[in-house]
Nanobody
Framework: QVQLVESGGGLVQPGGSLRLSCAAS????????MGWYRQAPGKQRELVAT???????NYVDSVKGRFTISRDSAENTVYLQMTSLKPEDTAVYYC?????????WGQGTQVTVSS
């Protein structure tokens, strides 16, 4: 049973930074892609950033230059370093992992950017 557990969310002031982590367990294989999505109140879940097991990354335009995704493939762990946070970054952030046709999700971690 694959499980993804996120950590690192919280309350931060505008302009601040947070680092999210997602640790996967229960898989004997390295996920070929991992990533982060977010869902703000009243909005659809959207992709934030993804990274493949070869290190190729993809970001939504609104976070480019502010967020950095990285991973430890051997540990099936993915990170999201978030800087220059804005109130519009407030959302529940979900970890995502893909292995073949299978897609796995974490339970989410709340990020609130407010003064």
């Amino acid at each position: 049973q694959v499980q993804l557990v996120e950590s690192g969310g919280g309350l931060v002031q505008p302009g601040g930074s947070l680092r999210l982590s997602c640790a996967a367990s229960g898989s004997a294989f390295i996920f070929h892609a991992m990533g982060w999505y977010r869902q703000a109140p009243g909005k659809q879940r959207e992709l934030v950033a993804t990274i493949t097991n070869s290190g190729a990354t993809n970001y939504v335009d609104s976070v480019k230059g502010r967020f950095t995704i990285s991973r430890d493939s051997a540990e099936n762990t993915v990170y999201l370093q978030m800087t220059s946070l804005k109130p519009e970054d407030t959302a529940v952030y979900y970890c995502n992992a893909r292995l073949g046709a299978n897609v796995y999700w974490g339970q989410g971690t709340q990020v609130t950017v407010s003064s």
